[in-house]
């Protein structure tokens, strides 16, 4: 029994070390951003107390209409690495621009949420719970930020070998190529699910 389960872990190691770096960067980048989100929503939800309440208060429109907008760039996102492995470079291509594009949009409602929060007497400076919600989605927002900026070097790249029947051949016979679309969407999903827990536990102190 011993001997199987230490083959196991020979086996798993095995597999760890074979993972090509940037999958492995991506991987422990969303373990840490899980592990800071995670402390934070944990001090969040410790500083909710009667004197320090957000239940009087109404959540953000613009956090609903955002959080629609994030759903839909996980289904969009979702057909980015089935359309490369079809071969097909204009859908992969319309699939990645919609998924940034919506992520875009998300971040225009996050700035409108900001400003409802301030216009509703929510500031950084006030209730502890009350600078939570700036940090959290502030935080998240700028990890977003990095995965469209990387989305859209993707995009130009796609764009620039899309007339060039040479340049898409060697895009589509090149397994890094698909491994970066890969890594896109693990991280973008991730992002995806790091919101709606956020926004569920906003929707739980309201």
């Known amino acids: 029994m011993s001997l199987s389960k230490e083959r196991e872990q020979t086996h798993w190691f095995k597999k760890i070390e074979q993972l090509h770096p940037y999958r492995m960067l991506i991987y422990l980048a969303m373990i840490s ?3 800071v989100f995670l402390f934070l929503a944990t001090a969040f939800v410790l500083s909710q107390s009667a004197a320090n309440s957000l239940g ?5 429109k613009s ?3 955002s959080s629609f907008m994030i759903i839909g760039s996980a289904f969009v996102s979702a057909d980015i690495v089935p ?5 097909n470079l204009i859908k992969t ?3 990645l621009g919609y998924t940034l594009l919506l992520g ?7 700035f409108k949420g900001w400003q409802e929060l ?15 919600l700036y940090l959290l989605s502030g935080i998240h927002l700028f990890h977003l930020a990095g995965a469209i900026i990387y989305g859209l070097i993707l995009l130009l790249l796609l764009h620039n070998s899309e007339k060039d029947q ?11 190529e698909k491994m970066r679309l890969e890594l896109f969407s693990i991280y973008w999903k991730f992002m995806d699910i790091v919101w709606l827990i956020l926004f569920g536990l906003f929707l739980w102190v309201f």
């Open 118 to 132: 301030a216009a509703s007497g929510i500031d950084f400076t006030g209730l502890p719970s009350g600078s939570f």
């Open 63 to 65: 956090f609903i209409i």
């Open 56 to 60: 009087q208060y109404q959540i953000p």
């Open 104 to 110: 875009i949009f998300f971040t225009f409602f996050q």
């Open 83 to 87: 359309s490369f492995l079809a071969n």
């Open 93 to 95: 291509k319309r699939n």
């Open 33 to 35: 951003s899980g592990l």
């Open 166 to 176: 040479v340049k898409s051949l060697v895009i589509l016979t090149n397994p890094y």
